[in-house]
């Protein structure tokens, strides 16, 4: 009896593969734990919301720090994830020597309607993992924002965040790189679509 195992890349292999033309330019993948994993499509009120912080964070940013749109940022163990946002400190080469490492990260957001599971299951011991300070998660089902701050490792192998809390969408955040500003969600969950 054989046992078959699935590949897991590394991130050289992973860019190799980019490098050569393996994937389309169209294709929504991000390496996670090695695996090269298909991201879902994505449906009119997630693209509504994506839209809306679009407008929202980089008026409200500025040039305190730099805003990236589902764009790679370098965890540990062989993960590339591509947050739909990511404010990562400025730095003078604009990240064109390397993708952010979790240093450089300040705030990584996730919009989650069909990806729920994934991004609270997968995605978020993966960013406690990697050191990141803040991730929120605009729950898209609940309707509500899910903030999550201090990455910890609860036992071996089990990362996640300590402090976790909701915000309503009728409310404002302060953003945890710079409080002195403040999201107003008004302005970013779409209105609740009657049936």
């Not at 593969?17 to 330019?25: D, K, P, S, V, Y």
């Not at 809306?52 to 500025?62: D, F, M, Y």
């Not at 993960?79 to 952010?100: C, G, K, M, W």
Request: proline share 8%; charged share 25%.
């Amino acid at each position: 009896m054989s046992l078959t195992q699935a590949k897991r890349f590394t991130l050289e292999e992973y860019h190799r593969l980019g490098e050569i033309g393996f994937f389309h330019e169209d294709d929504r993948i991000e390496l996670i734990r090695g695996e090269i994993i298909q991201m879902s499509a994505k449906g009119t009120l997630h693209e509504t919301c994506l839209r809306n912080l679009l407008r929202e964070l980089p008026r409200l940013v500025g040039d305190r720090g730099t805003l990236q749109s589902q764009a790679p940022i370098v965890l540990p163990s062989n993960s590339e994830p591509e947050p739909d946002f990511t404010i990562v400190q400025n730095r003078d080469d604009n990240y064109l020597s390397a993708h952010p490492v979790p240093s450089d990260v300040l705030l990584v957001i996730e919009v989650s309607d069909s990806s729920l599971d994934y991004d609270k299951n997968v995605k978020l011991p993966l960013y406690a993992e990697g050191g990141i300070p803040d991730y929120w998660i605009f729950n898209l089902i609940d309707n509500w924002l899910e903030v999550c701050s201090e990455p910890s490792e609860l036992s071996q192998g089990r990362f996640d965040y300590l402090n976790k809390r909701l915000v309503l969408p009728n409310q404002s955040i302060a953003l945890p790189c710079f409080p002195d500003l403040f999201l107003d969600l008004t302005k970013v969950f779409p209105p609740k679509q009657i049936s």
